[in-house]
């Protein structure tokens, strides 16, 4: 869906994969495999070009929306745990003796 939108919004603003893909540092190749969705392209790739073209990344639609979204996501991860792990079998003492 990503890839879509990044599409669509290289399209309106009448620009080519080249054009993209120059503005983001790849090349045209990369900006095929984001907007056909490629789950090997990098993550910082597809979102820079979600940045240039104005795509809303997390449902926000502009950077102060965003860094809301971010601070309120760090506030949620300080009340979590630091670390999770498997919780250790109790052994019981042998009542044998």
């Known amino acids: 869906m990503?890839?879509?939108q990044i599409k669509?919004?290289?399209i309106a603003r009448k620009w080519t994969a080249a054009?993209?893909?120059e503005r983001i540092g790849v090349d045209r190749r990369t900006v095929a495999a984001i907007e056909a969705g490629d789950p090997g392209v990098s993550l910082g790739n597809a979102f820079n070009a979600a940045d240039i073209l104005g795509v809303?990344?997390?449902?926000a639609e502009d950077g102060a929306e965003l860094a809301r979204l971010r601070r309120e996501g760090r506030d949620r991860l300080a009340l979590l745990p630091t670390r999770v792990g498997?919780?250790?079998k109790r052994t019981e003492p042998d009542d044998d003796f």
Not at 56 to 59: C, E, H, K, S, Y
């Open 19 to 21: 054009e993209l893909a």
């Open 86 to 88: 498997k919780p250790r």
């Open 56 to 59: 809303p990344l997390f449902g």
């Open 8 to 10: 669509a919004g290289r």
């Open 2 to 4: 990503l890839g879509q």
